[in-house]
């Protein structure tokens, strides 16, 4: 059975960062299933709805996200949550991204929910991941891109044992573990911060677990819950 360690640090949980991490596998990520065509259907006419004008400046979640960014110093213009890249690119181009079956389900979770969600290929994970604060050591090549880019010092991030940020803070995840239709197992991230409770989190986790296995089947094996 598929196992990874994760830890998050004492000085992480000080800033107020909260969500669930799972562990799932046996997915099929190759071929659509019938019913995501249905589901992207369901939520565009739910965002065309939701999404007035205004939305991300007034929404609490996305401004949880801003003041967690604010705490340590770095740019919400420049390092947004994805969250608020999504619903910001719906608003500019009424446009979900589609991707492939695991991708596209945790973010149309994280559309319905404003909380950041992110999953990782397992088999490219190197040993345990622990959330922390960046020491600046570390390495990070940002999804689509072929060579790494300088990470601040006093940043959190998700990193593995080999010393690669596998997420830097909320915003974006590593080319290495990618999910792709071979993806089989994937560690799965759903964060928060002080501002969501832990009703909101365990929700947003069903969400992903009971969409994700009804269209592509698998198991949970393993969750864990800051809040």
Known sequence: MPSLRFHISDEVR?????????????LRNDVEPDGLPVLRAQLRRRLETELVPGFVENDPVLAGFRAL????????RRFPASAEALVS???????????????????????????SLGAHDVAAVRGGVTLRITTGAERFVPLGAAAPEAVHTGEYAYVDESGEILCRLEHRQCERTRVTPDTRTVFCILQGHAGTDRAMIEAAL??????????CGGRLIESWIVA
């Not at 000080?14 to 046996?26: C, K, N, P, Q, T």
């Not at 690119?89 to 319905?112: G, T």
């Not at 069903?206 to 269209?215: D, F, P």
């Open 89 to 115: 690119l719906f608003q500019r181009k009424s446009l979900i991204p589609a991707i492939n079956p695991v991708v596209d389900i945790y973010n149309a979770v994280s559309l319905e929910t404003r909380l």
């Open 206 to 215: 069903a969400r992903w677990v009971e969409l994700t296995t009804s269209l």
């Open 69 to 76: 960014h604010d705490a340590i110093g770095r740019s919400n």
């Open 14 to 26: 000080a800033l107020g960062v909260r969500g669930a991490f799972a562990l799932m596998d046996g």
